[in-house]
């Protein structure tokens, strides 16, 4: 089956609005005195963490960091096993956290790294995700800052991609059959 682009479900003007909402959020929880590790989880995430810690005040005390993971089992379905392909530089050890993810869909994958990082003995942990596909969710998850909750259709661009391709896109759009 091919695909191809459709309509958009965020402009880049809606996904700007919101992700200078969130950084508000952000900025009001840790305020300047809680210094905060930024984590983001690669691929996806990249694109969103890169605008949402630009929008953070100057005097926060802000670090990034990032992790490369993927959850073993076929293509379409994560089972929730994270294999770790790039670990973060620096440790989170009595560090406050925020993980930073493009989208939560089962929520396998992000259960899964947040027993893994709390493992670590962070001082607190967050949840930052851009996209909740809330109805597809397996197992709960604590999400902290959410921009915006989507239906069950799939949705290529800003990090998001399909087999590899779209992520650039600067809009979240549908994709459809050709
Ligand atoms: C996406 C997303 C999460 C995961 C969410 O990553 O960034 O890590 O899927 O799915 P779940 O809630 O069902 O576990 P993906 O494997 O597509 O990697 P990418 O960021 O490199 O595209």
Avoid: Q
Avoid at 3 to 26: F, P
Avoid at 90 to 115: C, M, N, R
Avoid at 141 to 149: A, E, I, L, N, T
């Amino acid at each position: 089956m091919a695909y191809k682009l459709g309509e958009v479900i965020l402009s880049r003007e809606t996904i700007s609005r919101r992700v200078k909402e969130l950084a508000d959020e952000i900025a009001n929880d840790y305020g300047k005195n809680k210094p905060v590790v930024v984590v983001g989880i690669l691929t996806g995430a990249a694109f969103f963490l890169t605008d949402i810690v630009r929008e953070l005040p100057e005097d926060m005390d802000v670090r990034v960091d990032f992790m490369s993971v993927a959850s073993y089992g076929d293509n379409t379905e994560s089972s929730g096993v994270v294999r770790i392909f790039h670990d973060l530089k620096s440790s989170i050890e009595g560090k406050h956290v925020i993980v930073v993810e493009d989208i939560v869909d089962s929520g396998l994958t992000l259960s899964h790294l947040i027993g893994l990082l709390e493992g670590r003995h962070p001082a607190s942990l967050k949840v930052c995700v851009l996209l909740d596909k809330y109805e597809r969710r397996k197992t709960e998850v604590k999400v902290d800052y959410c921009g915006f909750r989507i239906p069950d259709k799939f949705v290529v661009g800003y990090g998001l991609d399909y087999a590899g391709k779209w992520r650039h896109l600067k809009d979240i759009k549908y994709v459809v059959e050709e």
